[in-house]
C-alpha cells in the first residue's frame, strides 16, 4: 500500500487494522451499546469518545431529549450535572445526539455526562455544531468511524463544578473511513469564533489549513 501524507500531526494512534479501529489508551474503557469512550478520572470526562456512522444508522428520527445524566458505567462516577450548573459552559456533546437518532437507546446515552465536556457557549452552538452537521453529512454517504474529545494537556483554561471537570483549551475530532481509505482530523479553539472556517463554509472534502480551525491531518492511503 502506498501511503499519501499532506500536513500530519495526529493527537493519538489508531490501531487501523482491528475491528473496531479504537484509539489507543490509559484511562478507563467504557463500552455503550453505540459509542465507546476513554473516561479520564483525573480530569472528569473522557480522553476520547469513538463512534460509527454510516447511512442506515443516520435515517432515524428519534426525538432529541435533553435527560442529562451520570454515566452508570463509569467506576469511578462521571462528572454531575451540577458541575455544569452556573458554569458559564455548555455541557459540550462529543457523540453529538443529532448522530444518534437510530433509536431511543442510542439518544438516551448520547445524554451521559461522560459524553460532555465543558464548551464555551459561542463555540458549541456555533463551529463545532457546523463540523458535527459536516462530519454527520459524510456518514449519510459513507461509513465513517468518528474519535473526538478535548485536548487534555497543559494549556487547560481551568476547571468547573465540585468534580473540578476540566476547561479543555482545545477539541479534536479525527474521521477515518474505511471503504476510502481517508482519514483526516480536525483541531479548534474552544473559544467564539468571530468567523467561519473557510472548510466549513465551501463544505470542500478536501484538506486545507484555517488557522483557528486547523485541518491538523490528511491522510489518503492508496492501494
Not at 452537521?133 to 461509513?143: A, D, H, P, T
Not at 478535548?150 to 487547560?156: D, I
Not at 479553539?189 to 463554509?201: G, I, M, P, V
Request: net charge positive; proline share 5%.
Amino acid at each position: 500500500m502506498k501511503l499519501t501524507l499532506l500536513h500530519i500531526v495526529f493527537l493519538f494512534s489508531f490501531k487501523l487494522f482491528t475491528q473496531e479501529y479504537l484509539p489507543k489508551s490509559t484511562g478507563e474503557i467504557v463500552k455503550h451499546k453505540y459509542y465507546t469512550l476513554s473516561y479520564n478520572e483525573a480530569q472528569e470526562q473522557a480522553n476520547w469518545v469513538h463512534y460509527k456512522l454510516y447511512p442506515a444508522f443516520l435515517s432515524g428520527s428519534t426525538p432529541r431529549t435533553d435527560s442529562f445524566k451520570p454515566d452508570p458505567l463509569v467506576s469511578t462516577k462521571s462528572a454531575q450535572l451540577s458541575d455544569y450548573k452556573g458554569s458559564g459552559y455548555d455541557r459540550g456533546h462529543l457523540a453529538p445526539a443529532a448522530d444518534m437518532k437510530y433509536n431511543s437507546l442510542a439518544m438516551l446515552e448520547s445524554f451521559y455526562m461522560s459524553n460532555m465536556s465543558p464548551q464555551n457557549p459561542s463555540f458549541n452552538r456555533g463551529i463545532w455544531k457546523r463540523l458535527e452537521s459536516l462530519v454527520r453529512g459524510w456518514g449519510e454517504k459513507f461509513e465513517i468511524y468518528v474519535s473526538t474529545a478535548g485536548v487534555l494537556g497543559s494549556n487547560n483554561l481551568g476547571a468547573i463544578g465540585k468534580n473540578r471537570v476540566t476547561i479543555p483549551s482545545r477539541f479534536y475530532k479525527v474521521i477515518y473511513a474505511p471503504d476510502k481509505n481517508i482519514m483526516i482530523g480536525f483541531l479548534l479553539s474552544n473559544t467564539k469564533q468571530s468567523r467561519d472556517c473557510a472548510f466549513l463554509s465551501s463544505r470542500r472534502e478536501k484538506p486545507m489549513n484555517g488557522g483557528f480551525c486547523s485541518i491538523v491531518g490528511f491522510l489518503g492511503i492508496k492501494s
